[in-house]
């Protein structure tokens, strides 16, 4: 199986290639990653090992010419993990958003469409359905979208864009949406990575608005299981979400992230609240338990165990992060060695 991986190099993306490299002897994977600030070559280190079963190519998913050339290789399957995931950068400047998120969705399903891949995976999120009050049941995919900030709204254009393309031109499509993702390698400008690392270092820990909003986390290799299963059994043109039912208030995440760093509560600073702050998400996953028959492997106490240990154990990869030191890392050393060759599409 030949894979078209955009995004490889942020969070999931590069949870997912591992996942898939460790899981599979039979799959190669084309990684299509702009680079952005989120996107971390360092993060793919564990599929060295895999040599040429990974690729990666440095490109922008709405640069048209870039992914027929790829698509041109004929891909069982796209996976599009590539954009823009940042609430917080959404409300500064959406602009790179309707590029990435909207645009660039656009560009792969017409490349697709054109070269007749067999199958487009799109990777959505909870935030699309909006805010839930606190006595209402968690999301199924009945519920309408209803976005909220800049950046769920661009990820509810893309799906309808997905829907329309499968509606239109009978594209086998499938999205998924899952809930907000915790574990090894995420971007420590969201909570929890954010969280740790400023709690290792004595920092502030800026809470916005009361704390009680309610986010539903899932470890993002369950999620990558999860990706897989509808990668390889969803129905054409479905929807299916993926969750965990670990609902908690972000104050209480932060709180156990102190106790288990042995840090005082004195670092929480309560800070002004994020404009149109989505109350509370929860997701109902059945239909992917029941269809599908997946389940999450990892408790949210184990999966937060590990993460913290991951963070402790890899301050390196973090502060190259902090220092912006990673930036150089395709330049320094992929770009000199392997990279140069690789790094371009062939057409
Ligand atoms: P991330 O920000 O860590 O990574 C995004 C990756 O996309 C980066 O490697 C970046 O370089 C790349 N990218 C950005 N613009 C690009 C472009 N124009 N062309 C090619 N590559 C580009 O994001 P993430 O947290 O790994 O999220 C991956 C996907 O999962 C996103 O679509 C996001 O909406 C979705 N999602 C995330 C979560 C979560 O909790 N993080 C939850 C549900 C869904
Ligand atoms: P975030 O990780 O940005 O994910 P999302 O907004 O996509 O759910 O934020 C998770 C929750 O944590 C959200 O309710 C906002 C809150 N939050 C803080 O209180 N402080 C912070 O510094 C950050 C980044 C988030």
């Not at 790179?96 to 891949?117: M, P, W």
Request: glycine fraction near 6%.
């Amino acid at each position: 199986m030949k894979l078209l991986v955009t995004g490889g190099c942020g969070f999931i993306g590069s949870n997912f290639i591992i996942h898939m490299m460790e899981s599979y002897p039979d799959v190669n994977v084309i990684n299509l990653d702009l680079l952005t600030y989120a996107g971390n070559l360092e993060n793919l280190q564990d599929v060295a090992p895999y040599g040429s079963r990974h690729r990666f190519v440095r490109g922008d998913i709405s640069d048209k010419e870039t992914v027929r050339c790829l698509l041109a290789e004929k891909p069982d399957v796209v996976v599009n993990f590539a954009a823009e995931s940042h609430v917080d950068r959404s409300i500064m400047d959406c602009c790179s958003f309707i590029h990435t998120n909207i645009r660039g969705t656009q560009v792969l399903l017409d490349a697709c469409r054109e070269y007749k891949i067999p199958r487009f995976v799109q990777i959505s999120t909870d935030e699309v359905y909006g805010s839930l009050h606190a006595e209402e049941p968690p999301f199924t995919e009945d519920n309408q979208i209803c976005p909220n900030s800049p950046y769920a709204a661009s990820k509810a254009s893309a799906d309808l864009l997905v829907r329309s393309y499968h509606k239109t031109y009978g594209m086998d499509v499938v999205i998924t949406r899952c809930s907000n993702n915790y574990g090894p390698l995420q971007f420590p400008e969201k909570l929890i990575p954010l969280m740790i690392t400023n709690a290792l270092q004595d920092f502030e820990l800026p809470v916005y608005g009361d704390g009680r909003n309610v986010r539903d986390w899932i470890h993002v290799r369950d999620h990558c299981r999860a990706i897989d299963a509808v990668m390889r059994k969803g129905r054409p043109g479905d929807v299916y979400n993926i969750g965990s039912e670990a609902e908690f208030h972000n104050i209480d995440i932060v709180r156990y992230i102190l106790c288990r760093l042995d840090k005082p509560e004195s670092l929480i600073r309560y800070v002004e609240d994020r404009p149109g702050h989505d109350r509370r998400y929860g997701m109902n996953a059945a239909k992917l338990r029941s269809e599908l028959g997946w389940t999450p492997l990892i408790s949210f106490e184990d999966g937060m165990n590990q993460t913290v240990s991951w963070y402790i154990e890899h301050e390196m990869w973090w502060q190259r992060i902090r220092t912006g030191e990673y930036l150089n890392y395709y330049e320094d050393w992929y770009g000199k060695s392997l990279g140069a060759a690789n790094s371009k599409p062939k057409c």
